[in-house]
């Protein structure tokens, strides 16, 4: 089901918005010799020949599974080579591949388990002391596990094991079209169960090659990617990009803002797009460094970009682009080279080329020039709904096939787009979603938690961080300690557990009994609230993992 209207698809389709272009196709035009993917902090490289060579030997082994066109197989795996060979690899045999953050535990691969219903899974066996393995294991699922790492049995390869092994040369592979889906992405969360958003290999390469095409970039550029490629944007901005346009990908695997530096310096890197996280980590080693890295396309949103931290990164020779999209919506704005410093600083960008964009008050006027509403896009960017949720893809589009993002905006005189809040309730953790009521489902869980309220507070460097405001029952005593080990035996991803516990008498309400809890933000603010040492979850540096 395509929600856009059967006009506009004949639209993108006549005038050549989309194509026929499929990875396949874009790859055989790159030179074999030259390097596509460089990994393990520059110790590792792999040229398009390589890549070509082993995406084949696994499309052909899981074509041997039985798996065709149109099924899905998840990937979750770290920024590593691997991870580009089992995109490609499934492209070729015509799957949808559906890419994985590797944070994700029990928790989240059950919902994606049941939702996609994947044939296949790749993942490490253990990755930052962390067994994949085991988890499978004790998920018991009978979905086609190969491993990343040393061999476990006969029944769950590795994936060296496979490239090594020519017995399934003769497995034919039909490749995707490019009207099918292709790729399916879980949202990070906007809502209690991530929702899975499907693109086609039409939406996406119209999206990269415009982004390509509008920030100016060419064959010289490198691009270098430390958002997870089990992101939408690692997967689309970062993975595929670099493949798209013939250019080398150099993935950082463990976030280190000095070995960045350094393995952006040795490798000529000069794109990217990631979240305000990582840039303020690199503005800081080189303001105490005192020194430049010269970066000409650094684009950045995902959460606030503060002007003054776009203002710092230039004198370090970082070119800021902000920029404003989704996983529904890919890049649906971005700053440009010629765009002034006000905007640069203060402004979510101007859209791409023959993307549409409106303000709409809450009538559903279009604003006035300089009038905040909602923020709706329209153009050959958008998804083609959500996987099996025809109800939740007609609310996603209007009748005219716009796109309801949730949130709110500005559009000033010059076109220039103004992000200024979100409708949903949402947090964002240094660019990963967090749902609010995913989390309050989960403390409801627990015996002594009688209500909870899950909201952001701001945090210097992440942009948000997670606090949880629970109201005990009578004599129950509760702490943060005892929520961190109950969500991590749940295999609750880390990044959405709450750093903060605060213990209330009641929750301040509404007359209809909603949660006011930007009342309860306040009362913090004011100090209201008395801080208990015991109930902080300290926010070390060393904790940010996977932003």
Not at 53 to 70: F, K, W
Not at 363 to 391: H, K, M
Request: proline fraction near 5%; include cysteine.
């Amino acid at each position: 089901m395509h929600a856009l209207t059967a006009v506009h698809t004949k639209t993108y389709r006549d005038s050549g918005l989309w194509t026929q272009e499929v990875l396949g196709s874009q790859l055989a035009q790159h030179d074999a010799d030259t390097v596509a993917v460089v990994d393990r902090d520059g110790y590792r490289q792999h040229t398009y020949g390589e890549l070509e060579r082993d995406a084949t030997c696994l499309a052909q082994y899981l074509g041997s599974l039985g798996i065709t066109a149109g099924e899905v197989v998840s990937v979750q795996l770290p920024n590593i080579y691997e991870a580009v060979v089992a995109a490609v690899a499934v492209h070729k045999l015509g799957a949808v591949i559906n890419p994985i953050l590797p944070n994700y535990r029990q928790q989240e691969l059950s919902h994606i388990f049941v939702t996609a219903e994947p044939r296949a899974l790749l993942t490490p066996h253990v990755y930052r002391g962390f067994d994949y393995v085991a988890m499978l294991d004790a998920m018991d699922t009978d979905i086609h596990h190969i491993v990343v790492g040393e061999e476990t049995t006969a029944d769950r390869p590795s994936l060296d094991s496979i490239l090594r092994n020519d017995a399934f040369k003769d497995i034919k592979l039909s490749g995707p079209t490019a009207e099918a889906v292709s790729e399916l992405i879980f949202s990070s969360g906007t809502e209690a169960a991530p929702k899975a958003i499907l693109h086609s290999e039409q939406t996406v390469n119209f999206s990269l090659r415009t982004a390509y095409q509008d920030m100016q970039l060419n064959g010289s550029d490198v691009v270098w990617m430390p958002s997870p490629v089990g992101h939408s944007t690692g997967f689309n901005y970062g993975l595929r990009f670099a493949l798209y346009h013939g250019l080398k990908l150099v993935l950082q695997d463990t976030w280190n803002p000095e070995s960045a530096i350094d393995l952006i310096r040795s490798q000529g890197c000069s794109y990217t797009l990631a979240a305000t996280t990582f840039l303020d980590d690199l503005v800081k080693i080189l303001e105490q460094r005192g020194e430049q890295l010269p970066f000409s396309c650094f684009g950045c949103g995902g959460a606030p970009v503060p002007a003054e931290l776009v203002r710092r990164a230039k004198k370090q020779g970082i070119q800021v682009r902000r920029l404003y999209g989704s996983t529904e919506v890919l890049v649906a704005t971005w700053n440009r080279s010629s765009s002034g410093p006000e905007q640069l600083e203060n402004s979510d960008g101007l859209p791409l080329s023959n993307i549409e964009l409106e303000i709409r008050n809450d009538d559903g006027a279009v604003a006035a020039t300089g009038e905040s509403g909602e923020i709706f896009v329209r153009g050959p960017n958008t998804c083609l709904g959500f996987f099996n949720d025809p109800e939740r893809t007609g609310l996603l589009f209007d009748p005219e096939g716009w796109v309801r993002s949730g949130d709110l905006g500005i559009q000033d005189s010059d076109g220039y787009l103004h992000v200024i809040g979100r409708r949903k309730e949402i947090i964002i953790r240094g660019g990963l979603n967090i749902a609010p009521r995913e989390i309050e489902e989960l403390l409801l869980r627990f015996s002594e938690v009688k209500k909870a309220a899950v909201l952001p507070l701001p945090h210097p460097r992440l942009g948000e961080y997670c606090c949880a405001a629970v109201v005990l029952g009578k004599g129950e005593h509760i702490t943060i300690a005892d929520l961190t080990k109950r969500l991590r035996d749940l295999g609750v991803a880390q990044y959405k557990w709450p750093e903060r516990l605060i213990h209330l008498s009641e929750l301040p309400t509404t007359a209809s009994g909603k949660v006011q809890k930007h009342k309860i933000v306040s009362m913090l603010q004011q100090q209201e609230i008395p801080i208990d040492i015991d109930d902080c979850r300290l926010l070390y540096d060393s904790e940010v993992v996977d932003v």
